[in-house]
């Protein structure tokens, strides 16, 4: 049986839909998908067994370029891919109007999520075949469940199991032991203070450990350079793709997370993990996976999912910082001060 899989992005979304893959196969030994995504988490697909082909597009890249002749060319290139194979099933797994477009243009039964389920719900109507998925579950286990529905096998009740081959991703041989600091995203709310960081990071030293600091843009090497300065044993490390990046992390005795792409992988590679979530709910699109510890923000309107606090303007009085708290906390990042480096690192300790 042939699958083609549409799951554009984002790293996170991507590697939530991972576990789903794994079920499908051991219910049929004979499966395998091609999986259609964007070109900057290409690699992501291709790191599990059933995968056979991968179709990189760039809708990212294209949509600023809509009218040149090289978008066009590689669009047509594109679709030429998309219709190459006649595919037994068509799961769109994103549930947007891009994505089932894209299941329009390739060849075979088309299924997605149903109009109270999809993000948009009128990418439904482009599905042959729709299917019901609550809302308020985790994303992996929306994933698991359409695709458990679409192939027409009981939904698993077991811990997601992403079916990473190892083999390809083999750990950093490191001879002193060393933590990863995730402390990149996109949301400014999702930022854990930087002083708190700082803190953690001599912790960390004492303990006899070294930290490593990944990086994906020049405020966050700028800002992982401030944090190593801060301490005797920390490294920057160059920039990496993201096989790179899964290397090193797979190597690691343990992650501090905030909520990010990479949190993600971190689960995935079964890397004890302390993520870290402000205005973010863990239920719904936490780190799932073994040793995954989530430690929430214990604030009034925390989970609020904002992308801008607006605690302070709302009239809300401010409350005091923690004792050990010193500066750097940025109004955005106030729900945090109920997770000061003496909590964080207590949650550490326990794992390692």
């Known amino acids: 049986m042939r ?36 070109e900057s988490f290409a690699e992501i697909p291709g790191w599990h067994p059933l995968v056979k082909n991968v179709i990189p597009m760039a809708w990212r890249r294209w949509r600023k370029n809509l009218l040149s002749k090289q978008t066009f060319q590689e669009w047509r290139q594109f679709q030429k891919k998309l219709r190459a194979t006649h595919y037994d099933l068509i799961i769109d797994a994103q549930g947007l109007l891009k994505s089932a477009v894209i299941t329009c243009i390739a060849k ?16 439904s109507i482009f599905y042959q075949n729709t299917y019901p998925v609550l809302r308020a579950q985790h994303a992996i ?3 698991r469940a359409l695709f458990s529905q679409a192939l027409q096998y009981t939904l698993p009740n077991t811990v997601p199991d992403y079916g990473i081959d190892r083999k390809k991703l083999a750990g950093e041989n490191s001879e002193s032991p060393y933590l990863i600091f ?4 996109t949301w400014s709310t999702k930022h854990w203070p930087e002083e708190y960081w700082k803190d953690l990071a001599k912790r960390v030293n004492e303990a006899g450990f070294k930290v490593k600091l990944p ?3 020049a405020a966050e090497h700028e800002r992982a350079s401030r944090i190593a300065a801060s301490t005797a ?9 993201l096989a790179g990046i899964a290397k090193i992390l797979a190597g690691a005795k343990a992650i501090v997370a905030v909520d990010t792409g990479l949190c993600h992988l971190a689960a995935a590679l079964d890397v004890p993990t302390i993520s870290l979530y402000g205005p973010t709910d863990p239920a719904l699109s936490g780190a799932l996976g073994q040793s995954q510890t989530h430690l929430s923000a214990n604030f009034p309107c ?21 004792s050990d708290f010193k500066s750097g906390l940025a109004a955005d990042a106030i729900c945090f001060t109920s997770l000061a480096p003496a909590v964080v690192w207590g949650a550490l300790s326990a794992v390692l």
Request: proline letters at 9%; hydrophobic letters at 35%.
């Open 215 to 217: 990086w994906g843009n």
């Open 3 to 38: 699958v083609l899989i549409v799951k554009t992005s984002s790293m996170g979304d991507v590697i939530h839909t991972l576990p789903a893959l794994t079920d499908a196969g051991k219910i049929f030994p004979d499966i395998t998908f091609d999986w259609v995504v964007e």
């Open 233 to 241: 044993h920390a490294e920057v490390l160059p920039r990496l793709n």
């Open 302 to 322: 925390a989970p609020c999912f904002g992308k801008t606090c607006t605690y302070r303007s709302n009239g809300g009085a401010s409350p005091s910082p923690p």
């Open 141 to 143: 286990t929306r994933v």
């Open 182 to 185: 995730l402390h990149g995203t």
């Open 108 to 123: 075979g039964a088309r299924h997605g999520l149903d109009w109270q389920s999809a993000r948009e719900p009128l990418s």
